[in-house]
């Protein structure tokens, strides 16, 4: 491990989930800081090549095809990594009340077993990438790091809750330094599930009509992917340079959104007029689906204390991103 200027530079790093949403972001900024050798993990169930593509070819990284939920040959890659970024999950919330055991598997399973891994190599550094989810239905909004109790309502928040405590007994069993996020709704270019891809397909199919789930009074917060990377590595030097064994920190924004609003930039950007919303009654109190949390918003004042804050507010975030995928759909046509 070496430092450079203001930048904590590792000389190998690996990013579980490296060609998903968020992974592939951190995969580009390691990049920029020019470490030697980034070895992304991931099965491709949700990531794409593509996400990639610009790296592809080149000598600092290395792409492994593994399933991390299956002890295997992949738990080699970890002998002289300096520092693990696990971002490999299965990110659809929804999916949780009818499947659940896939977040166990793909999320806690996966999880203790890159932790298994960085015992036996003796990696000393991680960034979890946890959810907003963990706290469920806060009765404190905005919601801080030390609220509790945290009472998760999706088999997804229990399984970030999970992992969560796993990565603190193992920094204080085996000396890891574990650097846990909490990660509000990201959003960007990239992305590949979520409200605003939803409707946009939906208005593709259907320019007249737009189905909303829920009662469209749904409020969350959202931030653009470079500020979520961006406060990563904020956080992360800041981390370092504190020698604790871990920490928790929100990654969010200062404000939210409604799901409705989102709904009129969408059909806005889409150069869409008098769109009829058609209201979809999944839950008795107007959410989304079983498990969705109605309203997120978490508290930031702890990573403001360490200085860093969003550039771009949830509505910027929202337009910046519905603009984007629309650019791109409208170029592959």
Not at 217 to 231: F, G, M, P
Request: aromatic share 12%; with cysteine; net charge neutral.
């Amino acid at each position: 491990m070496k430092y450079c200027g203001e930048h904590t530079l590792f000389t190998k790093a690996i990013v579980t989930g490296g060609a998903g949403f968020i992974g592939s972001y951190i995969v580009d900024y390691l990049v920029r800081q020019g470490i030697e050798e980034i070895i992304v993990i991931d099965n491709f169930s949700s990531g794409s090549i593509e996400n990639l593509r610009e790296h592809l070819g080149k000598k600092y990284l290395k792409i492994v095809k593994d399933d991390l939920k299956k002890w295997g040959n992949w738990v080699r890659e970890f002998k002289n990594v300096d520092i693990v970024f696990h971002y490999a999950a299965n990110p659809e919330v929804r999916i949780s009340s009818i499947e659940p055991r896939i977040h166990f598997e793909e999320n806690v399973l996966a999880t203790f077993n890159v932790l298994e891994a960085s015992r036996k190599y003796d990696v000393k550094y991680h960034v979890f990438a946890s959810s907003s989810t963990v706290y469920g239905e806060a009765k404190t909004i905005p919601t801080p790091e030390d609220y509790h109790p945290l009472e998760p309502i999706s088999v997804y928040g229990a399984s970030k809750i999970a992992s969560e405590y796993h990565y603190i007994a193992y920094s204080k069993l085996y000396s890891m330094n574990s650097l846990i996020l909490r990660y509000a709704n990201i959003i960007g270019p990239r992305s590949s599930h979520g409200v605003i891809i939803d409707f946009i397909k939906k208005l593709l199919k259907n320019p007249r009509k737009l189905e909303i789930l829920g009662d469209g009074t749904q409020k969350k917060s959202y931030l653009y992917i470079i500020d979520a990377v961006d406060a990563t590595f904020h956080t992360l030097n800041h981390f370092i340079r504190e020698g604790i064994d871990y920490d928790i920190y929100n990654i969010g924004n200062d404000d939210w959104i409604r799901v409705v609003d989102i709904a009129d930039i969408v059909v806005e950007e889409m150069g869409l007029e008098n769109v009829e919303y058609i209201f979809v009654k999944t839950t008795p109190d107007g959410r989304g689906w079983p498990g969705d949390v109605k309203l997120m918003l978490l508290d930031i004042k702890k990573i403001k204390k360490i200085g860093w804050r969003p550039k771009w507010s949830s509505r910027e975030a929202v337009r910046m991103t519905a603009r984007e995928i629309i650019k791109k759909i409208k170029q592959s046509i």
